[in-house]
């Protein structure tokens, strides 16, 4: 028994016999909880766990409780009455039938009550009474057909009540509806049909409001029902719009909602009279997503002239027609989802006032054309991504007069030719994106070289030639650019011309460009670099030589191909830097003694270091590099002595402790 090995045995027997009496004591005190713990004490779920009751062990201080798809029939005094801290609580299907008097009676905090999918057949007039303050109370396909099953009682302080997808076929809000701190009210899909001026009366005592009826076939409303000022109030899916408009005059509404949806099969189609009703309606936005027109001519617009934005989504139109006018107040025009042909089919000079224009998503190559938009002096902001554009000489001609534009996105495009400057007028740009879509330029000069005050510039994935001399010549204001999805010749980031304007510049995104190498001094110029995306490469070797501020730098060498990292090139990164080293072969063996090291001195400064793991050698491949240990350049020897010394104090130090509690007890 003089052999390390044999005394090995002798401690393993005693490890094995006496360790598991002392861990099974303890482990008898730990009753399992049931619920998954979202923040300490405060944040619980119990979803989907078939529970009949509040589990005990949930602590008095827990504020948000998700207790949907449990087995709750009824709601007494007694269920929830030890949760004092309760502040919102979820009990979405949970096969609720009654909530007896005084259910929330204890919970004084609650503000918000989740009641979706319970078929209520009873609620007592005090329901809800207890909480001092509730806020939203959400009784979405709750079975309600009327209005009067819910006790008004201690309701005053609500904000959302939403009542979507029940039976309610008329509104007949009652006099005592808690109006006071009223915002919004959900009404969606229910079978409401006409609305009087009595039924929702007790409206007139609020003001901005939002009002949802979509789903609703609303097919008469009284005129004079909405004498008040609203926030918004939705009709999504109606067909009757001309009957609501009319029973909304005089009313004064800032966004009003006239869309549909896909899966609507009642089309109506909107012909010039049916929004004539506006013309007696304070309206400032008005969406028509979806619908179908019929007949589109300058008429359709005749009271659209106070408008401040139009939404026409979707509206499967291939021209707004000549002759509109008075639009002088439109700011914003959405024209997404259109099968335009030609940009000048948007007749955009009919909206002089414009800021913000969207032809996005159009479903045919949209031509550019010349000069489409150079009535639009205001405009700051045009988004033409997603739009099949191909132009073969862009885009001076095209964005001839846009003078103000700030932001310009052509991304997601086909194709771009540009022969000089991209944008002689935009001087003011300040965001432009053309990623995904392919950019030729055949110009020795920048064409970017005029766009002083542009900041942010993505130019992911539009295969730019990045050894065009001067890409990026004027750009001195540039705080972001995106290169990522681009290739660099022969796969280095050389120390050239490319970037040395760019004093300004701060974040940097280079993933997957296929880099296999870095130039020593390849960003040394850009002094302010605070943010660089080097991930998805082939870099073997991670360095931080090629940056020049290493006080407050993020660098992202996830997804390439390092093994090792010498000390000294992981020292200089200070303050508070942070790598990410995820998703690389790194070394877990003493080549690598310097990486492991630092690592481990410095976890803050590393990001996903639950990623960050060994590939070599092949005993520890997986394993996070946090918990590897590496003994390098001492005895084996010393080590199991050492190791056996401190093995053998612990197990004598436990079973003493161990054996005197067993003996203390009897
Ligand atoms: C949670 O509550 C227990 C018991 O009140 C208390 O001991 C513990 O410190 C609390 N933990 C946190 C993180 O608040
Ligand atoms: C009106 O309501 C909307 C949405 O709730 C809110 O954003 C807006 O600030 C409110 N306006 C006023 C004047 O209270
Ligand atoms: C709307 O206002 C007009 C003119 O002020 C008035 O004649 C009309 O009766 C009002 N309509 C309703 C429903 O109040
Ligand atoms: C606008 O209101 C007036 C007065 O209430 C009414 O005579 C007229 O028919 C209304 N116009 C439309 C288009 O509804
Ligand atoms: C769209 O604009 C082009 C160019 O101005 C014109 O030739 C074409 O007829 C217009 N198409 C429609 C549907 O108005
Ligand atoms: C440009 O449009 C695309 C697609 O519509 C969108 O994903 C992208 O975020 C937009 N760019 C900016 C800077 O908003
Ligand atoms: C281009 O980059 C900007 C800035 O990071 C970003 O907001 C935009 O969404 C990107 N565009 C696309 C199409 O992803
Ligand atoms: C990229 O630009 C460089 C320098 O202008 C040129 O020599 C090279 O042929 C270009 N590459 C491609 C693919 O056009
Ligand atoms: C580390 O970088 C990879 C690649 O960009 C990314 O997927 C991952 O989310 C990053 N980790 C964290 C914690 O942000």
Known sequence: MNTPNSVMAGYFYLLVFIVPVCISREASRTVDTV???????????????????????????????????????????????????????????????????????????????????????????TAFVGPQSLKQLVLTQTGISRLSFIPMTNLDNLDTLILGSNHLSS??????????????????MNNIGTITVEDVSILQKTSNITVIFKGNDILYIEPGAFQSSFYSLDFGACSNIPGILAGMQNSSVHTLWLGTFDDVRKETYISPGVLRGLCNITVKDLYLPLRHFKNLNAATFHCMTKLRKLDLTHTHISALPPGISGMKVLTELILNGNNFEHLCNTSAAAFPSLTHLQVRGNSQTLQLGSGCLQKLAKLQHLDLSHSHIESSDCCNEALNGLSSLRYLNLSYNTKLHVHDVLFKEGTNLELLDIAFTQLHISTSQGPFRNLHLLQVLNLSSSQVNTSTQHLFQGLENLILLDLSQNIFESGIMPKNKLLQQLSNLEVLILASCELTALDDQAFHILKKLRHVDLSHNKLIAFSTDAFSNLKSIYLNFAHNRVQIIPRDKLVSLTGYSIINLSYNPLECTCSNIGLITWYKQNLDKIEDAEETTCSEPKSLAGAQLSTVTLHCGISTTAIIAVVLIILSCIVIIWSVRCFRQRYQRI
Do not use: M
């Open 35 to 125: 619920c998954a713990e979202i923040i300490v004490n405060k944040s619980y779920s119990c979803e989907g766990l078939g529970l009949t009751e509040i589990p005990e062990k949930l602590p008095v201080t827990t504020e948000l409780l998700d207790f949907s798809f449990n087995l709750l029939p009824s709601l007494r005094k007694s269920t929830f009455s030890k949760l004092k801290s309760l502040l919102s609580l979820d009990l979405t299907r949970c096969q609720i039938n009654w909530v007896y008097e005084g259910a929330f009676h204890n919970n004084n905090h609650l503000h918000t009550i989740v009641l979706t999918g319970n078929l209520l057949l009873f609620l007592s007039d």
């Open 171 to 188: 509104l007949q809000l009652p006099p005592n509806f808690p109006t006071q701190n009223l915002k919004y009210l959900d009404f969606q």
